[in-house]
């Protein structure tokens, strides 16, 4: 099982950038996927997530409305456009993965990705 994050970069603030996760290993449509940050000094949150198989989606308060996650499944992969970017955007982001059936996306994660950094001057 391997997830492939990528798509970070530096941006000023107000730009947007488009992160990626590509899974393998596993049957795409079974996979929970979740986005999760870490900024120097914070802890790990989780940004957004989403049910491949249920296609929903789920946002932290800081993000809902300015970030969207969204999937393609003929690439196996998991997108995170992130629009209106802010210097507190600014962090590492993690995608992980979990096989759930139920639809829900705010649980425990398995596996992990590398993470991709984004960068945010004002």
């Known amino acids: 099982v391997q997830l492939q994050a990528s798509g970070g970069g530096s941006v000023q603030a107000g730009q947007s950038l488009k992160l990626s996760c590509v899974a393998s290993?596993?049957?795409?449509?079974?996979?929970?996927i979740g986005w999760f940050r870490q900024a120097p000094g914070k802890e790990r949150k989780g940004v957004s997530c989403m049910s491949v198989r249920y296609n929903n989606a789920s946002y932290s308060h800081s993000v809902k409305f300015r970030f969207r996650i969204s999937s393609d499944n003929a690439k196996n992969t998991v997108y995170l456009q992130m629009d209106n970017l802010k210097p507190e955007d600014a962090a590492v982001y993690y995608c992980a993965a979990v096989r759930r059936y139920d639809g829900f996306c705010n649980g425990a994660y398995d596996h992990w990705g590398q993470g991709t950094l984004v960068t945010v001057s004002s």
């Open positions: 290993g596993f049957t795409f449509d079974d996979l929970t």
